[in-house]
């Protein structure tokens, strides 16, 4: 089998991106407040941990979170069976010190973290460090002989230790403690769901068996001079590892389920001949539910929210359940279901579903959705629907690091050096046009990581 898997791609795709274009709408009293984090709505963007509810921008990072767990049996699943473990370790060891690595150094690379007011050689400082990343991160063994990919990494990952190391930023120092928390939390994620994916890859009911420990260290943590603080409290080194961050194991650990599932579906075809209705009824119904959800939870129509749940959940089940030579779809179908439901059953505990500070409810609700998703994505591409869409999608889940950097690094620069970012700015007069402002930043994004993509040139760790 390909362990390349289209529709997982698609979905990480579809995460990064939304991340990209969350950030770059306009900014402020323009937008509705759907189309923030809910817990910061403008006008002010004032955090309130006491606001309930999600809105789409609240699901791209579980989304992705769920695609990185659902990747690890498919990169790993090879290794396991041929590879000593001390090699497995080494390889998620040295993954999560090269995403430590990219954290630390893409925030320090920010031009408005170097200089409180960046200038034309702070704009070109990011640009090199983009170009840096290259040196990196990029595969360049496809591409030149092992020796010269090796003097290149050395020379990149130098550069940007020296420039760590030596150059004086705006806000202080440099500081290990100064990085980008969302790529922290995803070295973290790769590194422990690849541990207990690989202890539990032929017992999975050891990996769900963990999660009720994890449960228990979070709810008696604050519990003083328990065990509970003591291991909520352990780290070696605060500025990679907290306990804190083992929370979205709740979602990257259902993730390898579905990874799972895929690779066990093999090469075989889901049966698309004849009828497709209803596959194309669990699409809708799968998406459906993710509008559902969004619209219900946000605007705290709690009652009818889940009343419509129940009803879709019973529909997707007996939908999949005619299909019975689909393993795939019904245990997909059960597990979101399943997920979705019992975090809309948990939405009353910790004052409502939030992502921050993140709720049982949301790790749930997000895990069912993105199953469904998932699903939703993997039947339209084998029914050979919006394959242009899809592969555009992919092409980005593809090269996930570069698309999330050409933003910050290369095309914030680029527009302030040539004053283009006045014109987009002006955009900010309402809420179409200031959306507009973000589908215009988040499509050159696109294109830029889908060049890079189409020419076979990857960012890896």
């Not at 923030?36 to 606001?51: D, E, I, S």
């Not at 130098?158 to 806000?171: D, H």
């Not at 202080?172 to 690989?198: C, P």
């Not at 999330?404 to 004053?419: D, F, M, R, V």
Request: net charge positive; with cysteine; charged share 15%.
């Amino acid at each position: 089998m390909n362990n390349r898997l289209n529709s997982l791609d698609a979905l990480r795709g579809l995460a990064i991106l939304g991340m990209v274009l969350s950030g770059s709408i306009a900014f402020g009293e323009v937008m509705p407040a759907w189309m923030f984090h809910a817990q910061v709505p403008p006008p002010n963007h004032t955090f309130n941990p006491n606001l309930p509810g999600i809105t789409w921008v609240d699901l791209v990072f579980p989304f992705f979170l769920f695609s990185m767990g659902a990747a690890i049996p498919l990169a790993l699943s090879k290794k396991a069976e041929n590879l000593p473990f001390h090699q497995i370790f080494i390889q998620l060891f040295s993954r999560l010190t090269l995403l430590v690595l990219f954290a630390i150094f893409t925030f320090h690379a920010r031009a408005w973290v170097i200089e409180e007011s960046p200038s034309l050689g702070t704009y070109l400082i990011s640009i090199a460090a983009f170009a840096c990343l290259f040196l990196m991160y990029g595969n360049w063994k496809s591409f030149v002989s092992d020796k010269l990919a090796i003097a290149l990494k050395v020379i990149g990952i130098t550069l940007a230790i020296a420039f760590l190391a030596f150059y004086p930023f705006a806000y202080g120092d440099f500081s290990l403690s100064k990085s980008d928390i969302i790529i922290i939390v995803l070295a973290n994620m790769a590194f422990f769901g690849g541990l207990i994916w690989y202890f539990t890859r032929n017992k999975a009911i050891w990996r769900i068996a963990i999660l009720p420990f994890v449960m228990a260290i979070f709810l008696a943590s604050k519990n003083e001079g328990s065990i509970n603080q003591f291991i909520f409290n352990l780290s070696p080194a605060v500025w990679v590892y907290k306990f804190y961050y083992l929370k979205y194991l709740f979602i990257i650990i259902p993730g390898t389920f579905a990874g799972e599932w895929f690779l066990k579906e093999g090469k075989k075809e889901l049966a698309v001949n004849g009828d497709k209705k209803p596959m194309l009824l669990i699409c809708f119904l799968c998406i459906s539910l993710l509008a559902i959800n969004l619209w219900g939870l946000f605007s705290r129509q709690l009652e009818l929210n889940l009343t419509i749940n129940l009803l879709g959940a019973a529909c997707l089940i007996l939908l999949a359940k005619d299909l019975r030579q689909n393993e795939l779809v019904n245990n997909m179908v059960k597990a979101g279901t399943y997920l979705l439901l019992l975090g809309l059953f948990f939405e009353a505990y910790e004052g409502g579903i939030k992502k921050d500070f993140s709720t049982y409810s949301y790790y749930f609700v997000c895990s069912g959705l993105a199953f469904l998703t998932l699903l939703a994505f993997s039947l339209i591409e084998k029914m050979g629907y919006l394959k242009p869409v899809t592969n555009f999608l992919a092409d980005n889940g593809k090269n996930p690091m570069i698309a999330y950097t050409a933003g910050n690094l290369l095309l914030i620069p680029l527009l302030k050096i040539t004053t283009l970012s006045s014109w987009l700015d002006a955009l900010n007069t309402n809420a179409l046009v200031g959306f507009g402002r973000g589908v215009i930043f988040t499509g050159i994004v696109a294109l830029i990581t889908v060049l890079f993509t189409r020419i076979k040139f990857f960012w890896k760790t």
